[in-house]
């Protein structure tokens, strides 16, 4: 229907500029099937709900027919064999470089204004039966304001192994007045810099692996405690209480100026000039009878405190804001790579494999998220197949 004609305009074109950026590496004329028909195929199949490549071939011979209308299939139906051999082939860094291309023409001339960066690891490709091999950690980037992801990029493993792939990103998008955010493992000074000399602005929480910024920070958080300064004129503050789930969470935001911050700490941490600390409290119910005849009831409280700093000045209201738009690469993009199109359920044990296999996804994600049509991705999924 509607659907598929419009996805197909937004496929033809992701082929195109695929089909552009990256070269066959196969033996020229030695190729039974064309790089455009396994790539048509593999999208459409796993846009309609295929799991593995086995799946794809299986799609493709029960749409038979409808591939030939608008793929040439010299070759015929190519084999999971064959599927699974040009994967492992193709590069992965111009299948990103057509990737990011593609979803910066989504956006268009519309500025991007949020970009969140974080890394996911791949359940399917770790070899537990292989000792000093570990799963594939790749990093994400999510246009939170457009709802799109923008690329991604292998990382070494989590924390500082994420930090070179973040650098190279910034130096592949326009994030001019843009405000960037990373976890607390690409939290480090040159990060600061490296966002700052593209004229973007930062957002960062400040935790143990920078110790003596935090040190400073805690320690002047000490002299305004958040129920004391509600009344304070002079501080900055907002709370934030949301009921659901069984359990109730306060936030509670206040910021203060950099101003009063040592010069090694500016030194540190290019042009910063808000310094937020966010206190979360969530009560939930336990139903432990040992507690309650412990404690005297089943309420379970628990309480944390992050230090985030960032080169805008914000309101507390605003930095709490930008703090939970942050989280949404984590409850949008990779909670539906996983749930919606089983991004951990693939046993894939190519890493190159692996990671051109999460680029294909990618795309999908951002045509099924930009698809107008009511319901879940996964729903939208079905009909993709059923269509």
Known sequence: GEMIQDNKGALSNCMKIIISKVEDPRVLNRSKHSLLDILGITFCAMMSGAKSFLEIEEFAYERKEWFESFLELKGGIPSHDTLMRVFSILDPNEVHAALTEWSLSLIGKNPIKRI???????????????????????????????????GQLKANSSGLGEIKPMKEMLKILNIKKALISVDAGGSVPSMSRAIREKHGDYILPIKLNQKLSHEEIKEKFIKHPFKESASNKKLD???????????????????????????????????????????????????????????????RITESTVYYISSKILSAEKAIH????????????HWQLDVALGEDDWSVRAKKMALNLCAVRKVIYNILKQEPSKGSMKRKIKRAGWN
């Not at 070899?127 to 923008?150: E, K, M, Q, W």
């Not at 930008?322 to 993009?333: A, F, G, P, T």
């Open 116 to 150: 969140c960066m974080d890394g996911k690891s791949i359940e399917g490709t770790e070899r537990t039966f292989t000792p000093g091999t570990h799963c594939l950690h790749i990093l994400n980037v999510y246009a939170s304001d457009h709802g799109i992801t923008l």
């Open 237 to 299: 503050c907002y709370q934030l209480e949301e009921k659901g789930h069984g359990r109730i969470d306060k936030r509670m935001c206040s910021v203060i100026s950099a101003k009063e911050f040592s010069e090694e700490f500016h030194n540190n941490w290019k042009d910063v000039k808000s310094i937020i600390r966010l206190t979360r409290v969530r009560e939930t119910k336990d139903k432990s009878l040992s507690r309650k005849l412990k404690t005297g009831t089943d309420v």
């Open 322 to 333: 930008h703090i939970r738009e942050h989280w949404s690469i984590e409850n949008n993009l």
